[in-house]
């Protein structure tokens, strides 16, 4: 959600955790009928050299629930999606519904769309792709995967900091690796090399 130029917000918080259900319930928590969202508050102050104002609201979805639907379904129910939303935020800035410019709404289709992930997901598997990830180069030696594996944690920083780990896995191999070459070419022992390589 964009607020037209020249229209303001007063300090509410960076990140705002809504819900309207009395107790945790995870599937409610991606049902359609959204009842916990998260209001992430962009200030020009955090943003040298803009002096616009942003709210980006985030839900849990199910995929089931949006990639079925007809062109005209899918149409009313973002536009339910963005009403609704608008409505939840009200309680915090009743005002805001005449100060935005724009509204934009993404589901799990959209994300398929723009980033290939099967069903729509943001944040990569949890911690059961893991072990297929790693296994990978048991397999096949010299393939290596990174990404979002539920490392950690998910998201970009789960991506990173794996990133970080499979660099160090990859460097080991190929030091490994030319240890072995060198030695060969040097004409030492089957024995010495396996020292090497242990
Ligand atoms: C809308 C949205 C908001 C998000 N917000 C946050 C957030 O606030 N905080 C957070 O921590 N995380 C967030 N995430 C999650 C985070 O972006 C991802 O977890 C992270 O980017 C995953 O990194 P990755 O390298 O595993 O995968 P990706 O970043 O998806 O990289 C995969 C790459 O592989 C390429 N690719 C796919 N298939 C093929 C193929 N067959 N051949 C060649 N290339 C291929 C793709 O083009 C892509 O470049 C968000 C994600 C979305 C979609």
């Known amino acids: 959600m964009g607020l037209r130029k020249g ?4 300090y509410i918080g ?3 955790f809504a819900s309207v259900k009395d107790e ?10 959204v009842t916990s969202r998260t209001f992430s508050v962009y200030y020009p102050h955090l943003r040298p050299g803009s002096d616009r104002y942003a709210v980006v609201s985030s839900t849990n979805a199910n995929w089931e629930e949006w990639a079925h639907l007809s062109p005209e379904e899918y ?14 935020l009200e309680k915090y800035l009743p005002d805001i519904r005449g100060k935005l410019d724009l509204v934009e709404a ?5 994300f398929h769309r723009y ?3 099967a069903r729509g997901a943001t944040f990569g598997t949890k911690f059961e792709g893991l072990k297929v990830s790693m296994d990978l180069p048991k397999q096949v030696g ?34 490994n690796s030319g240890r072995a070459a060198d ?7 089957a024995t010495e090399t396996q020292g090497a390589l242990s």
């Not at 229209?7 to 007063?10: K, Q, R, V, Y």
């Not at 149409?75 to 609704?84: A, S």
């Open 7 to 10: 229209e303001s917000i007063d």
């Open 14 to 16: 960076d990140l705002i």
């Open 24 to 33: 945790f319930d995870s599937v409610a928590l991606c049902s359609k009928n």
């Open 75 to 88: 149409k009313r129910d973002k536009g339910c999606l963005i009403e609704t939303t608008i409505d939840a």
């Open 106 to 110: 993404s589901t799990p289709v959209t």
């Open 115 to 117: 980033t290939q992930h």
């Open 142 to 175: 010299g393939l290596f995967h990174a990404g979002s594996v539920g490392i950690i944690m998910s998201g970009w920083l789960g991506a990173i900091n794996y990133g970080v780990i499979v660099a160090h896995e990859i460097e080991n191999f190929m030091y």
């Open 183 to 189: 030695s060969s070419s040097r004409g030492y022992s």
